[in-house]
Each structure stands twice: as C-alpha cells, then as structure tokens.
C-alpha cells in the first residue's frame, strides 16, 4: 500500500546511448575498459532496463539505480539491524516464498526459476514457491529491474522486466538486494577501493554513488561482485564514473553472476553455518553450506 504512489523517478534521465561510434576519450589510460566492453555489465544492463521506471503509476520510486525505496523512508539504509532479515526455519535454512507472475513465458520462467535455486547451491537460502505465507517476493515484470532492500513484509515486488532484466546475473542482483544487501560501490569503506568521479556523473544521478554506512561482515571489498557497478554507470560523456584505486586498469563490475564473496555475505549475515538452530546437527555436517 505504502508504494502506490507514483513518485518521478530518478532514472528519468538515465536515457543515453551506447551506440556512439568512435574512440573512448581516454582509452589509453583505460584500455580494455571502454563503454562497448561494459556493455553487459550489470550496471549497463540495469541502466537500458530501468530507462522507463517510474512512468508506470504504480511503480514505487526507484533510487540508487534500481532499488525500490518505500515511501515512507527516504533513503535505503542497511536495514539488517531493523529486522529485514528473512527468518530462520529451525532446519537452519532461510526459506524465501516467491510467487512469479503469469505474464512471463516458460523460457523466461524457466531462467528466473534457475537464478533462484541459484542460491540453494551454496547458500542456506531456499526460495521456495509462495503457499500461504504472509511475507513474500512477488516477482514481476514491471517497467525495470528493481527490488527493496531487505524483507518488508507481505508481497514485496521484485521487478524483474521481460524487456531486459531475465539475465542470471540481475536476477541474482535483485534478490541480493532482497536479501537485505545494497550496491558494493556504496560500501562504507568504498573510498579505499574506488574513486568516483561525479563530473562525468549524469546531473541528477549523483545520489547513485552516495556511500553508506553498510555492515561489511568481515568481507573484503569485491570488485567481481554481482552488485557492484560498472565503470561506465550513469556516466554523462562517455568517461569513467567509477575507477578502481589504486590500479585503475582493473575490471570492475562484470560479474556474470554472484561472486564467491557475495556467497560467503549471504552466508555470513545469514549464518548459514551455525549450528545455533540445529543442535542435532552431527560435527561433519557444519559445512555443508559453505
Ligand atoms: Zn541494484
């Protein structure tokens, strides 16, 4: 109910185009790192999908490129610390209802389908289909791909667009963000790993790379993460708005799917390997999960 309310989205202005021909401003300095080699990374493919969000009534506003935001709440805080977490059945697994609109095909169904057992390979959460609980993620295609941070309660909307959100790798993301996760260039300790450059920032689009005061659960900073922007994200002219310190040739965000510390976060802020709920669990079970 909170969401209906239509707001302007930010990504109004995210409209550019990736079909410019010619040589990158400064490709010398970032070889191997033009826009036409970002033009799958997660960021790019977020960026073309959600060029419509929030023109649809009863999208809720979008922020930080593709996170739903309620509201009530202005901003997209970590939210683990007040309760968004998806609770933990006394098996010692984190089972997540989903329910996926009829409006995909079976091909599509089938790749959201696969991106959800995704988790199960090696993480303690179990997306299992939607029967009768009250919290949920209701995935459907909307004009983009986006998710609210954490759970909510009741159906909370996962976007996943037919128009180009049906790739593993974004429907990861967003289920991350579900999850209770945010963007890695948004880390508290981001500073230390990326430089933003906000003058080759999209005007309006600055709110993208604020930096937050995430928990980071002892993981190191990841630039192969599934969340984790390219270097070209909402970039004006063609420039980097994202660059890697203190070696800027690294390849940053071009994860195809989550990376093994994604997997270890969601272990970890689950923790998917205590044995705290499952005091019958035999010594050389404990790792199953890892
Ligand atoms: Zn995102």
Same mark, same amino acid.
């Given at each position: 109910?909170?969401l209906q309310?239509a707001?302007?989205? $930010?990504?109004?202005?995210?409209?550019?185009?990736? @079909?410019v021909?010619?040589?990158?401003?400064?490709?010398?300095?970032y070889?191997?790192?033009?826009?036409?080699d970002?033009?799958?990374?997660?960021? @790019?493919?977020? +960026? %073309?999908a959600?060029?419509? $969000?929030?023109?649809?009534?009863?999208?809720?506003?979008?922020?930080? !490129?593709?996170?739903a $935001?309620?509201?009530?709440?202005?901003n997209?805080?970590?939210? $683990?610390?007040?309760?968004?977490?998806?609770?933990?059945? @006394?098996?010692?697994?984190?089972?997540?209802?989903?329910?996926?609109?009829?409006?995909?095909?079976?091909?599509e169904?089938? @790749?959201?389908?696969?991106?959800?057992?995704? =988790?199960?390979?090696s993480?303690?959460?179990?997306?299992?289909?939607?029967?009768?609980?009250?919290?949920?993620?209701n995935?459907?295609s909307?004009s !983009?791909?986006?998710?609210?941070v954490g759970?909510?309660?009741?159906?909370?909307?996962?976007?996943?667009?037919?128009?180009?959100?049906?790739?593993?790798?974004?429907?990861?993301?967003?289920?991350l963000?579900?999850l209770? =996760?945010?963007?890695?260039?948004?880390?508290s300790?981001?500073?230390e790993?990326?430089?933003i450059?906000?003058e080759?920032?999209?005007?309006g689009? +600055?709110?993208n790379?604020?930096?937050?005061?995430?928990?980071?659960? !002892?993981?190191?900073?990841?630039?192969n993460?599934?969340?984790?922007? !390219?270097?070209?994200?909402?970039?004006?002219n063609?420039?980097?708005?994202?660059?890697?310190?203190?070696d800027?040739?690294?390849?940053?965000?071009?994860a195809?799917?989550m990376?093994?510390?994604?997997?270890?976060?969601v272990n970890?802020?689950?923790?998917?390997?205590?044995?705290a709920s499952?005091?019958?669990? %035999?010594?050389?079970?404990?790792?199953?999960f890892?």
């Amino acid at each position: 109910m909170l969401l209906q309310a239509a707001a302007l989205s $930010v990504l109004f202005c995210s409209v550019q185009s990736f @079909t410019v021909q010619g040589p990158f401003g400064n490709g010398e300095e970032y070889s191997g790192n033009t826009v036409e080699d970002d033009e799958f990374s997660v960021s @790019t493919l977020l +960026e %073309k999908a959600n060029v419509n $969000v929030g023109k649809n009534f009863d999208d809720p506003l979008v922020m930080f !490129g593709d996170i739903a $935001v309620p509201t009530d709440l202005q901003n997209a805080d970590p939210c $683990v610390e007040r309760g968004c977490l998806w609770p933990k059945a @006394t098996d010692g697994n984190v089972y997540v209802p989903y329910r996926i609109s009829r409006d995909y095909d079976e091909r599509e169904r089938n @790749t959201i389908v696969e991106g959800l057992r995704s =988790f199960a390979e090696s993480t303690c959460i179990r997306f299992t289909p939607l029967n009768g609980q009250e919290d949920f993620v209701n995935i459907q295609s909307r004009s !983009g791909c986006f998710s609210f941070v954490g759970r909510r309660g009741r159906g909370q909307v996962v976007s996943l667009s037919r128009r180009g959100c049906v790739f593993r790798q974004i429907i990861q993301h967003e289920l991350l963000h579900a999850l209770g =996760f945010n963007h890695e260039q948004t880390r508290s300790d981001r500073n230390e790993h990326v430089r933003i450059l906000l003058e080759n920032v999209i005007p309006g689009m +600055e709110s993208n790379f604020r930096r937050i005061e995430t928990r980071n659960l !002892g993981t190191p900073y990841d630039y192969n993460s599934v969340m984790h922007y !390219g270097r070209f994200a909402f970039s004006r002219n063609r420039r980097p708005t994202i660059v890697p310190i203190p070696d800027g040739n690294v390849a940053i965000g071009r994860a195809t799917q989550m990376s093994a510390t994604d997997i270890l976060r969601v272990n970890r802020l689950y923790q998917c390997n205590s044995t705290a709920s499952r005091p019958d669990l %035999k010594p050389v079970q404990r790792n199953h999960f890892l």
